[in-house]
């Protein structure tokens, strides 16, 4: 029997313990949600007492109706609230409605935006990922780079610089979609005369939307910025180095899982099919699926014929539940 030699062996990827999570982002992420609750409620706070202030006037006695508008369900009085209202004094409400959105969800500006750090982390984290698996197979690789190098590098630092203009035209968007529909509920309110406890509670709801929407936007950025990580160094071992990487796609396999997500379980792709995906149909949204770099034979097979048969029976069994 042939022994291959130390420094040619291939060894094997580190596949994550956790098949709900393969990309052990869970923790990370439930942070950055606790964040965007309190920044919220500091935002539910500060519209109440801006609301309390500006939204005076005189409620006449009704019968109580419902008026639709758009999606929202007003509950009014047949007689109408009557607010002391100009509309120059409207369009200054609804301005400083628009900064204490962007005190919350745009603090620290474009140079420094609070959802910063956690994209940098996280990006950092692949980044560490991608370099602890490819060393683990490739002596080549370890011998060839460290994670100081790499996290130092122009084209790190450059993707991460690319992953800040990204992240903060997704909030700038957030803020502004949640302006733009308060402003909706806000003036016809005024306009049909909705009383302020009304207004108030519809108000609350459509925040809660646009919270559900932020941390939908928070899970995306950071698993991303994982991703496009581990994807960097695959291109870059492959390119610098000459080895013949690819990306194992390691899905959840959750019951809310994707069918066409879950039938990638276990394969390899190249950086830009994987890209591709995520390009199309909302796959990059709500997505917990994993790729890690992996070293390939000729034939485009990883080595480990046990781990490629034990990840193939994942997704059989998955398809099959």
């Given at each position: 029997m042939?022994?291959?030699?130390?420094?040619t062996r291939i060894?094997?990827p580190?596949?994550p313990?956790?098949k709900?999570?393969?990309t052990q982002?869970?923790?990370?992420?439930g942070r950055?949600y606790r964040?965007i609750?309190?920044r919220?409620?500091?935002?539910?706070?500060?519209l109440?007492?801006?609301l309390d202030?500006?939204?005076t006037?005189?409620e006449?006695?009704g019968?109580a109706?419902?008026?639709v508008?758009?999606?929202?369900i007003?509950q009014?009085?047949a007689?109408s609230?009557?607010?002391?209202?100009?509309a120059?004094?409207?369009a200054?409400?609804?301005?400083?409605?628009q900064l204490i959105l962007?005190?919350a969800?745009?603090?620290?500006?474009s140079q420094?935006?609070?959802a910063?750090e956690?994209?940098?982390?996280?990006y950092e984290?692949?980044t560490?990922q991608?370099f602890?698996?490819?060393?683990?197979?490739?002596?080549?690789?370890?011998?060839?780079?460290?994670l100081?190098q790499?996290?130092?590098?122009?084209?790190?630092q450059n993707?991460?610089?690319a992953?800040y203009?990204?992240?903060?035209?997704?909030?700038?968007g957030?803020?502004d979609?949640?302006r733009?529909?308060?402003?909706?509920?806000?003036?016809?309110?005024i306009g049909?005369g909705?009383?302020?406890?009304e207004?108030?509670?519809?108000?609350s709801?459509?925040?809660?939307?646009?919270?559900?929407r932020?941390?939908n936007?928070a899970?995306t950025?950071q698993?991303?910025?994982?991703r496009?990580a581990?994807w960097q160094?695959?291109?870059w071992?492959?390119?610098r180095?000459?080895l013949?990487?690819?990306?194992?796609?390691?899905?959840a396999l959750?019951?809310?899982?994707r069918?066409?997500?879950?039938?990638?379980h276990?394969r390899?792709?190249?950086?830009?099919?994987?890209?591709?995906?995520?390009?199309t149909?909302?796959?990059?949204?709500?997505c917990y699926?994993?790729?890690?770099?992996?070293?390939?034979?000729?034939?485009?097979?990883?080595?480990?014929e046990?781990?490629a048969n034990k990840l193939k029976k994942?997704r059989n069994?998955w398809?099959d539940r």
């Open positions: 042939t022994t291959i030699p130390a420094r060894g094997t580190i596949i313990r956790n709900a999570d393969p982002s869970a923790r990370q992420v950055m964040d609750d309190d919220y409620y500091r935002i539910k706070l500060a109440k007492q801006l202030a500006r939204l006037g005189t006449r006695i019968n109706s419902h008026a508008y758009g999606d929202v007003y009014v009085n007689g609230y009557i607010y002391d209202m100009t120059a004094q409207l200054d409400l609804l301005q400083r409605v962007d005190d969800l745009l603090d620290g500006g420094n935006l609070w910063l956690y994209v940098a982390a996280e984290r692949g560490q991608a602890t698996n490819l060393s683990v197979q490739s002596a080549v690789y370890e011998q060839q780079t460290t100081a790499l996290l130092s590098s122009p084209a790190y993707q991460v610089a992953a203009v990204s992240t903060y035209s997704d909030w700038k957030i803020s979609a949640a733009a529909d308060l402003a909706n509920v806000i003036s016809n309110s049909r909705v009383n302020p406890r207004t108030a509670r519809i108000i709801q459509r925040l809660d939307i646009s919270m559900a932020a941390k936007v899970q950025e698993v991303g910025a994982l496009k581990q160094e695959a291109d071992a492959r390119e180095l000459g013949n990487t690819a990306l194992l796609w390691l899905s959750k019951p809310t899982t069918s066409w997500h879950a039938a990638r276990g390899a792709y190249t950086t830009e099919e994987v890209e591709a995906f995520y390009a149909n909302g796959n990059r949204y709500d699926c994993s790729q890690i770099p992996v070293l390939l034979s000729d034939n485009r097979n990883i080595f480990n046990g781990l994942e069994q398809v």
